[in-house]
């Protein structure tokens, strides 16, 4: 059974700082890993989506990366805002020949807020 | 572009009590998804769907049932509510190449008493 898992739980920074959020994932049989934002009471917001054979995307400030030989993604925040605040889930479909084919599981999520 | 629409977006029932949550998508999507989104539980699979026709339990499929008898409708069945259903229902869908990403509905929350 696949396993997500995001480090830290929370964080808590000053406004303009860079910061990184990261992801492991147990099984590495993956079609891709997509990123999400949750803001309080809302829906996901998708960010970035990182197939297998790719190594990282970038969109603005936001860049991820895929490291799938050992399971780990990350997602850099360059010079962070207050409106960066939210809870950030990371999440992998599983592929052929792997415990979770065709599903979407995520991680617990990282509770990110930036303070002015 | 609508993408993914649930409804209703808010619901208060009583225990025993049955509802249906319906999602409608118009991406022509053939994977349908349920979630359910719990404090400190994450977001867990309930049942989903590869096509029109057919379901499959996911992680935590009791006390549910779906149905996909439309390619773009995918709904989700409680026989008999219990406060234990309580949570936000998110619904996803995404193509079977899984060349893009899911989409996710604005979710569902639903309250039994």
């Known amino acids: 059974k696949q396993e997500v898992t995001q480090i830290p739980a929370a964080l808590s920074v000053p406004e303009g700082e860079n910061l990184v959020l990261n992801c492991s994932f147990t099984?590495?049989?993956?079609?891709?890993l997509q990123w999400f934002r949750q803001d309080p009471g809302k829906g996901l917001t998708s960010l970035l989506l990182?197939?297998?054979?790719?190594r990282e995307q970038t969109s603005g400030r936001l860049n991820a990366s895929l490291d799938k030989s050992s399971g780990r993604s990350t997602l850099y925040i360059a010079a962070s805002q207050p409106g960066d605040s939210a809870t950030y889930l990371c999440?992998?479909?599983?592929?052929?020949?792997?415990?979770?084919?065709?599903?979407?599981?995520f991680g617990q999520g990282t509770i990110l807020t930036v303070h002015p | 572009n609508a993408g993914v629409t649930q409804t209703p977006k808010f619901r208060v029932l009583k225990t025993g009590q049955s509802m249906t949550l319906l999602c409608a998508q118009d991406?022509?999507?053939?994977?349908m998804y349920w979630y359910r989104q719990d404090p400190g539980m994450g977001l867990r699979l309930i049942h989903y769907?590869?096509?029109?026709?057919?379901?499959a339990k996911g992680e935590v499929p009791d006390g549910y049932n779906v149905s996909r008898l439309k390619k773009q409708n995918f709904l989700l069945g409680l026989e008999s509510a219990a406060p234990s259903q309580t949570s936000v229902y998110f619904c996803?869908?995404?193509?079977?190449?899984?060349?893009?990403?899911?989409?996710f509905g604005s979710g569902t929350r639903l309250t039994v008493v």
């Open positions: 996803a869908s995404q193509t079977r190449t899984f060349v893009g990403g899911y989409t």
């Open positions: 999440a992998v479909t599983g592929s052929a020949g792997g415990t979770s084919y065709g599903k979407l599981t």
């Open positions: 769907s590869v096509g029109e026709g057919t379901t």
């Open positions: 099984d590495s049989a993956i079609y891709n």
């Open positions: 991406m022509n999507h053939e994977y």
């Open positions: 990182i197939q297998s054979s790719q």
